[in-house]
């Protein structure tokens, strides 16, 4: 099982939908210049995936949303999706 794929809207600096192209199950790389939005990439994939920000208190939850220039973000959202074609977990229907 590996992450297939990532996407992303108003996490902190991402305020439009973005969404990874397909991850290879092998090795992969993340590139970009400074202040590109590479370490929020992968707190926007702890946010999901680690118990950190369970108990954020409600400034500490308005933190995670974009705060650049334009209209103001009310939600944000993260959505990881999975290739579980080797079914380590399994699924029931």
Known sequence: ???KQVIIEGFK?????????????KVNCVVGANGSG??????????????????LRSEDRHALLH??????VLSAFVEIVF?????RIPVIF
């Open 1 to 3: 099982m590996y992450i």
């Open 13 to 25: 600096s991402y305020r439009e939908q973005i969404a990874t192209e397909s991850f290879s199950p």
């Open 38 to 55: 590479k370490s929020n990439f992968f707190h926007a994939i702890r946010f999901v995936l680690s118990d950190l920000f369970q108990n």
């Open 67 to 72: 705060e650049g220039a334009g209209h103001q």
């Open 83 to 87: 290739d579980n074609s080797d079914n």
